[in-house]
């Protein structure tokens, strides 16, 4: 069983397929996760909700993560 990632804005994710994609926007109503925007690398955004998100069974990319640290 994975470990579901929870979202963070800014972060790049990997998923079943090996697809690399950011989580750009996390859209509250009345105080609760609604909604997330994700972006792929080839520029396609998709709107989904938190159960879409934890059903996709994400995985932080730590490489992408770790080139933002040594370029800053």
Not at 15 to 32: F, P, Q, S, T
Not at 49 to 57: C, D, H, K, R
């Amino acid at each position: 069983m994975a470990i579901a990632e929870d979202p963070v804005v800014g972060n790049w994710y990997t998923n079943r397929n090996g697809e690399l994609l950011r989580l750009r926007l996390a859209v509250y109503r009345h105080d609760y996760l609604s909604a997330l925007l994700l972006e792929y690398l080839d520029g396609q955004r998709e709107i989904i909700s938190v159960t879409e998100w934890y059903a996709l069974e994400l995985h932080r990319d730590m490489i992408s993560i770790s080139q933002r640290h040594v370029s800053t």
